[in-house]
């Protein structure tokens, strides 16, 4: 379910039946369809094919491919931050607490990220993480210490 934008074409094929929806405040229950256009993207990297569809006709292809390629990063780093630094409890409720709490935790997935980009074993940034918050008053060498958590698996 998305809102419809009111630039939106679009076309009413059936109109539903609303006299029970107009006590519920819903005045209109139509079908509709709406115009898009289909963009296919191959990527030679994943070997595999991308299929968008937009509204934007006046949109270049590989402009829309590139807008969602970036999009998917954000996704991506959002579930990074929701899975590895979970935003529940606030110490305050004004949007400055708020903004610092997000600032700091985008810092310190910066931070990790650096990290596990220099360790010349590749370890799970969850279990990095993990690592870090377990050890998080400890005074430790990172990259040394999970050089040699990582020698001692093996």
Same mark, same amino acid.
């Given at each position: 379910?998305?809102?419809?934008?009111?630039?939106?074409?679009?076309?009413?094929?059936?109109?539903?039946?609303?006299?029970?929806?107009?006590?519920?405040?819903?005045?209109?229950?139509?079908?509709?369809?709406?115009?898009?256009?289909?963009?296919?993207?191959?990527?030679?990297?994943?070997?595999?094919?991308?299929?968008?569809?937009?509204?934007?006709?006046?949109?270049?292809?590989?402009?829309?491919?590139?807008?969602?390629?970036?999009?998917?990063?954000?996704?991506?780093?959002?579930?990074?931050?929701?899975?590895?630094?979970? &935003?529940?409890? *606030?110490? +305050?409720?004004?949007?400055?607490?708020?903004?610092?709490? /997000?600032?700091?935790? @985008?810092? %310190?997935?910066?931070?990790?990220?650096?990290?596990?980009?220099?360790?010349?074993?590749?370890?799970?940034?969850?279990? &990095?993480?993990? *690592?870090? +918050?377990?050890?998080?008053?400890?005074?430790?060498?990172? /990259?040394?210490?999970? @050089?040699? %958590?990582?020698?001692?698996?093996?």
């Amino acid at each position: 379910m998305t809102r419809l934008k009111d630039n939106a074409i679009y076309k009413v094929e059936e109109e539903l039946y609303i006299d029970e929806c107009i006590h519920s405040g819903v005045p209109e229950d139509t079908i509709i369809g709406i115009t898009v256009k289909e963009v296919v993207f191959y990527d030679r990297v994943l070997k595999r094919k991308f299929e968008f569809l937009t509204n934007l006709f006046g949109m270049r292809p590989n402009m829309m491919a590139a807008i969602y390629k970036i999009r998917w990063q954000i996704e991506v780093l959002y579930k990074q931050l929701k899975g590895n630094f979970p &935003l529940k409890y *606030f110490p +305050r409720d004004n949007e400055n607490a708020i903004k610092i709490q /997000i600032y700091c935790v @985008l810092s %310190v997935n910066l931070l990790l990220t650096v990290i596990q980009k220099r360790l010349k074993r590749p370890w799970a940034f969850s279990n &990095l993480v993990s *690592f870090c +918050r377990i050890h998080l008053f400890n005074y430790l060498h990172l /990259i040394i210490n999970l @050089l040699e %958590v990582t020698n001692n698996q093996n």
